[in-house]
DNA sequence: ACAAGTACGCACTAAATAGTAAGTATGGGG
DNA sequence: CCCCATACTTACTATTTAGTGCGTACTTGT
């Protein structure tokens, strides 16, 4: 898929592994509900597929912003967690959070 | 192309207009030059198309986040530069750029 | 016996995004 | 006269990303 490098600078850097339709969005269930499972996860993102989310989790994983682990149970739990990287990456994206809700009451208020 | 809306977020919102190849290169180029001609950030942006750059422009202007000014002359001249909203957004990212960097420390030292 | 829930993978299709090459109008330089 | 530069647009193609639906293996519930 995507590209992880050469980078012209940390921006392009970042951008890259949070870029995908989801990603930002896994980022913040992930931090505000702490340990998810992959359904709860899907519950919790109205809209995204099971295929898009299995990607994202994956590309995710191996850019060491979130962490998984399988338990040996029938049926099958899996829990998908922040890394400190993904937690700090998702800390960084607050400013970003807060510009868009201003965004966001700009465009309801078409003054 | 993209949605402008509905989001179910700020980072979604702000995501949005962000996301695109070039958009945050586009961001910080005009954030450290100030205001420039179509040309220069086409050289300012190795890689780029004249056809994303102007695509991107032209989103970005309708997103508000750059203004388009035109003079006339012959050879036409086009200045791009940021909006308030634009300044914004780009200071908003500047944790992400930082959380990039430290990203690109960690891929060089394999260790 | 059969459907549901679990966490996916795979094949196929559709849609979005990006690249390439050419064309537009104007004036200056060789 | 022809080419270069400016700032694009348009048409066409290629690549990437996303959506749909089915299959898997096992267990509990009806």
New interface residues.
């Given amino acids: 898929m995507g590209r992880r490098?050469p980078?012209?600078?940390?921006?392009?850097?970042?951008?890259d592994?949070?870029?995908g339709k989801w990603k930002?969005?896994i980022l913040?269930e992930l931090h505000h509900h702490g340990a998810r499972r992959f359904g709860e996860l899907r519950r919790g993102l109205?809209g995204v597929s099971e295929k898009m989310l299995a990607q994202h989790l994956r590309e995710m994983e191996e850019d060491d912003l979130v962490r998984r682990e399988v338990f040996d149970q029938v049926p099958p739990r899996v829990e998908y967690s922040l890394t400190d990287?993904g937690r700090?990456?998702n800390?960084?994206?607050?400013?970003?959070?807060?510009?868009?809700?201003?965004?966001?009451r700009?465009?309801a208020e078409p003054a």
Same sequence: chains 1, 2.
Avoid: H, K, T
């Fill in positions: 490098g980078y012209v600078c940390g921006i392009d850097a970042a951008m592994v949070v870029s930002s969005l913040w109205p990287s700090s990456l800390e960084a994206l607050r400013a970003v959070g807060v510009w868009g809700q201003q965004r966001l700009r465009l």
